[in-house]
């Protein structure tokens, strides 16, 4: 019975401690339909400033990621997509009805660009 018990208490304790260390997390999902391209991130909250700082060179603009924003961010002046993003979760929404190919394929990049540096140990 005590084998059982201490067996029991270090499965727990092993399984706490790795769910709390597990700096592994990362979930990446496009969804690219006809009328609109999606992108979301899910990832360890240590990578946010890395991820700040590469969106900030690639818009020209400084976005604090380690907030809960919901904006819109212009890629040309006329053409936009919607940026959510709180730590460790990033979500962009592109309109492709009111769009033009360029601006989409800039988003698209710019996706990729967050996917390469979230992979990026």
Do not use: W
């Amino acid at each position: 019975m005590k084998t059982i018990l201490y067996g029991m208490v270090i499965f727990l304790a092993s399984l706490s401690y790795g769910c709390k260390n597990g700096h592994n997390n990362l979930s990446l999902n496009t969804i690219d339909t006809k009328t609109e391209y999606k992108f979301i991130a899910e990832y360890d909250e240590d990578k946010t400033d890395k991820l700040e700082k590469y969106l900030d060179s690639a818009l020209n603009n400084e976005l604090p990621l380690d907030q809960n924003i919901d904006l819109f961010v212009n890629l040309n002046g006329t053409e936009k997509f919607n940026l959510k993003a709180q730590k460790g979760k990033l979500e962009i929404l592109f309109d492709k009805r009111n769009s033009s190919l360029a601006g989409y394929m800039k988003v698209k990049k710019l996706a990729q660009g967050i996917q390469k540096k979230l992979m990026e140990k």
